[in-house]
């Protein structure tokens, strides 16, 4: 794990967890996010089975929660895509309680449920990336990960229905950047 800025008292953490697909080189990817100071906490990534970047992703939240000062802890958004049922299931086990939540139409119900995990599609991901682009345009952001800089400068927005209209331009990955 790559710490940038430790954990300060007062300050909201978010943790972000891409899980690797598994071919072409994927690297899962765990960043937290210091939603105080719009800056980059802590990075780490590489290749890991799912359970041990679940592990990784609950150790690493513990060390960006307010345990002894009560308040919120670290909320972890799992990625939901490929292998993500199988990491939000790690991520249950370890009774880790913060996991974010989505609205999905019920369609058996007929009404709004909450569901655990980020989900990426066709409609999410120009959601996410027009709110990074903002954040960016607006705010002092810091990232600091040479990795995710690198990853940023081959983001391109692409007609192939792989990408969802933006990706990793060929031999390049962005697993760091969603």
Known sequence: LKIYRE????????????????GGGDNASITIA????????????GQSPVDSVAERAVDYARL?????????????VPEM???????????????????YQREEMDN????????????????TKPLLISNFKHLVRNFDVRLHSKETLSE???????????KKGAGAKGG???DNVI
């Not at 008292?9 to 978010?14: I, L, S, V, W």
């Not at 058996?108 to 409609?123: I, N, S």
């Open 108 to 123: 058996k119900l007929g009404k709004k449920t909450l569901k655990l995990g980020w989900r990426t599609t066709a409609q």
């Open 64 to 76: 960006y929660s307010k345990s002894s000062y009560g308040g919120e802890s670290c909320l972890i």
């Open 7 to 22: 954990f300060q008292q007062g300050h909201k953490y978010q943790m972000g967890v891409d899980c690797a697909e598994g």
């Open 34 to 45: 210091d939603l105080t100071s719009l800056e980059v906490a802590a990075h780490w990534f």
């Open 81 to 99: 895509n490929s292998m993500g049922l199988a990491l939000l299931n790690k991520l249950k086990e370890s009774g880790w309680e913060r996991i």
């Open 172 to 174: 390049f990955h962005d």
């Open 152 to 162: 940023l400068r081959a983001f391109i927005w692409s007609d192939e229905s792989k």
